[in-house]
């Protein structure tokens, strides 16, 4: 098996797999080996043949496909590249049903995009930027966030758009952008002061956050199952509401999802409803 080595970027990988897709080799010669690595295998280093009489050759592929694969790459997992080039050797060489879901290869494609996507809108979704004192120098607005996949360069042009000319940094364990009010820039992998600038810069206005999403939350409409899929527990912990959801959640079960009202809403003075107690009006005929 051949090691085809390169920077871990997607930009890297395609160059790559040109290169390997000219020489003619075959998806289960390869081994994609990126330059982080530190354990490689070692049977990996060994030459696989080379086809002499492929070994310039003309690669055409449908730019949609490469789009796709580009954005397939963001996924996570131990198999990440080796899909992409069997989906691209398959594609170079005729057989077009690899880009389909109905596909072995193609379906596997699209869950990765279908997860890609999800994980765009969560970072939309859930991130929480915090304001600091920017006089010193550095960003107006800190945030850190954990995705499942390698979304954060493509997916943080959403901020940009929004908060215009608002400075602005995303920190996670793997990487970071910077948003300095004109030019995005992304950081791979994450410089150590960013991270510990996104993780200790406390929320000044989180106290009145935290009073508004408890008093408007309705135990009444409870669904835990919706509510830990729309918002997934991992991203609980880098809420400033995360800790206040199994509490809330606790209260609605030991009665105020009856009540149909939140504990401190049902301790002002007024007439108390039990939800139980409503009446249906008679329909007039």
Not at 80 to 101: F, K, P, Q, S, T
Not at 248 to 269: F, K, T, Y
Request: contains cysteine.
């Amino acid at each position: 098996m051949h090691a085809v080595h390169f920077d871990g970027s997607f930009a890297g990988w395609r160059d790559a797999a040109r290169a390997q897709l000219r020489r003619g080799m075959a998806p289960h010669q390869l081994s994609w080996v990126q330059d982080s690595q530190e354990n490689q295998d070692l049977f990996a280093a060994l030459e696989a043949p080379q086809p002499a009489a492929a070994a310039d050759r003309p690669v055409r592929v449908p730019r949609a496909l490469i789009e796709q694969l580009e954005s397939a790459a963001r996924f996570r997992c131990a198999q990440r590249w080796a899909l992409l080039y069997r989906i691209l050797w398959r594609v170079a060489n005729g057989d077009h049903a690899a880009m389909l879901a109905g596909d072995i290869d193609g379906s596997e494609l699209h869950a990765r995009l279908k997860a890609v996507r999800r994980e765009a809108h969560h970072l939309h979704a859930f991130l929480r930027f915090k304001p600091r004192d920017a006089s010193a120098g550095g960003p107006e607005l800190v945030a850190w966030h954990e995705p499942a996949h390698d979304i954060l360069a493509s997916a943080s042009g959403h901020f940009a758009e929004r908060l215009g000319r608002q400075t602005w940094l995303i920190a996670t364990p793997d990487d970071a952008v910077y948003w300095d009010g004109e030019k995005l820039q992304h950081a791979s992998p994450c410089p150590p002061d960013w991270q510990r600038l996104a993780q200790g810069t406390d929320d000044r206005n989180e106290a009145m956050w935290l009073a508004y999403y408890g008093s408007t939350f309705n135990p009444a409409r409870l669904n835990r199952s919706v509510l830990e899929t729309n918002m997934p527990v991992r991203f609980w912990r880098n809420l400033p509401e995360g800790p206040l959801i199994p509490r809330l959640m606790s209260q609605a079960r030991a009665g105020a999802q009856v009540d149909g009202q939140s504990e401190a809403v049902a301790a002002r003075p007024g007439k108390r409803i039990s939800a139980a107690a409503e009446k249906v009006l008679p329909v007039r005929q």
